[in-house]
């Protein structure tokens, strides 16, 4: 049988880890230097913490985990005759996996909520699973970064978060245009064309609009039970550039003129601070999950067709169906893997996303290859990161594995080499070769 992952997964090579590891770790610096704390949470969830919390989509998204043992044994013996998987799910899966890292932190802050102190502000970096259909930048298996707050109403967190994504992408030299908008906003629009019990539905039909035309997203709305004339009057309002444009159609929309005057509280922390990327007022942007309450985001990078690379927002009653009332949240999360593919794809990975190795020790006989194993343990002793060939095989085998492992130094030792106590020093990069004696190694490969 020819070995495989499963769809949607997938395995990394040694390069690709290096780099991913320094997204996570330009990243991670960002979230600690504005006052955030690191937590983790399992990779199974009990179903009913996941169900109905990303709306009928993302239900069916979940990835459930069977019940241990026999899980036939206890299964709704009417459900299974009746081939009704909904209905029998409940008896034979009690788990499911992560599908973002937002609604188990909702479950953490109110689980420890006498352990840790209000605002809470937490970042995560753990992986997730969605049973989404593969394609490029989306798996069923990836990695989210998350930062979020939870404990307070204040505005000055949705301008904290913008500078967040802001500062990050900066330090990842990746250009984006970060999207703003407000649900309250969104709900303006239902409540000033007399649509309120259609929201959902509205925003369902409306996130698709970066993703296909105005007149595919009307036919949407009509299909969905909203009169043609209010779809029309929605998408003239998505258009609206100002804050000040959408309030002159606001006069009957009370949440609508809420969410205006949070967008400007918003902007009164935000604009007092300079900005590296494009911060733009997107009134179609809906974010289809449905706990998003107030100001919501979405990040795109510039120069590359990759969809959102990153999104998030406040979402205030979602500690509530966990039975802690009156904790409002917001939050921002990094789509790790279409970050990776902007990078890679612009060439904007730097050289120390790359081979840490500094340095291979090529021996040329077996005297040599114990000599060349002290000084390889003396380096590593002062945390340079070093290897040395396993044998003392023919000069070009051991220098192709240098190569083909992109390592910038290779240390040459043979009988003249280990008589004098020097070292031949290659720079596999200039081919240029320099010899010293080993106590100015670490000097050497430090400043190279």
């Known amino acids: 049988m020819k070995p495989s992952v499963p769809k949607g997964t997938r395995d990394f090579l040694p390069q690709e880890v290096y780099k991913r ?11 600690q230097t504005y006052g955030y704390v690191p937590i983790e949470t399992p990779t199974m969830e009990n179903l009913e913490t996941l169900t109905g919390k990303y709306g009928e989509e993302g239900d069916k998204l979940l990835f459930k985990v069977l019940n241990n043992g026999d899980y ?8 299974l005759e009746e081939l009704n998987s909904k209905k029998l799910t409940p008896s034979i899966s009690k788990r499911g996996m992560r599908y973002d890292l937002t609604v188990p932190f909702a479950r953490y802050v109110v689980q420890h909520r006498n ?18 259909r593969p394609q490029k930048g989306r798996y069923q298996e990836f990695y989210q970064c998350d930062v979020d707050v939870v404990g307070s109403d204040s505005l000055m967190y949705e301008a904290e978060l913008v500078q967040i994504y802001d500062q990050a992408f ?21 409540e000033a064309t007399g649509i309120t019990d259609k929201f959902v539905d509205m925003t369902t039909a409306l996130d698709k609009l970066d993703k296909s035309d105005e007149e595919k997203v009307t036919s949407d709305m009509v299909n969905r039970g909203i009169p043609e004339s209010a779809a029309k009057s929605v998408l003239e309002m998505s258009r609206a550039t100002t804050l000040a444009e959408l309030e002159q159609k606001f006069e009957n929309a009370p949440t609508g003129l809420k969410g205006i005057e949070e967008l400007r509280m918003f902007h009164n922390y935000l604009d007092k601070t300079a900005s590296h990327n494009e911060i733009t007022f997107t009134p179609s942007l809906a974010r ?17 067709k990759i969809g959102s690379i990153g999104g998030g927002g406040r979402y205030d009653n979602l500690t509530e169906v966990f039975g802690l009332k009156g904790t409002s949240g917001v939050g921002v999360s990094f789509g790790f893997a279409r970050i990776y593919l902007a990078l890679d794809e612009l060439g904007l990975f730097p050289d120390e996303a790359s081979e840490k190795t500094k340095v291979l020790f090529v021996a040329l006989d077996q005297k040599s290859h114990e000599y060349a194993f002290e000084q390889c343990h003396k380096l590593r002793s002062k945390g340079i990161a070093s290897d040395i060939y396993p044998s003392p095989s023919k000069m070009k085998k ?4 240098a190569d083909k492992r992109n390592i910038p130094f290779v240390a040459i030792i043979g009988e003249q080499e280990r008589t004098n106590q020097m070292l031949v020093i290659k720079n596999m990069s200039t081919g240029e070769q320099t010899e010293m004696p080993p106590d100015q190694l670490a000097a050497y490969l430090s400043n190279g």
Not at 21 to 31: A, D, P
Not at 72 to 79: G, T
Request: with cysteine; aromatic share 16%.
């Open 170 to 190: 900066s330090k990842l030299n990746l250009p984006v245009k970060i999207l703003v908008n407000n649900r309250k906003i969104l709900f303006g629009f239902a």
């Open 21 to 31: 590891e320094y997204i996570f770790t330009t990243i991670k610096s960002v979230f």
């Open 72 to 79: 036939l044994a206890k299964a709704d013996k009417a459900a």
């Open 288 to 304: 289809g999950l449905n706990y998003y309450t107030g100001c919501i985001f979405e990040v795109k990078a510039k120069g590359v």
């Open 115 to 132: 352990d840790i102190q209000f605002p809470f502000k937490r970042y995560q970096i753990q992986p997730v699973w969605r049973a989404d």
């Open 398 to 401: 051991q220098m192709g594995y």
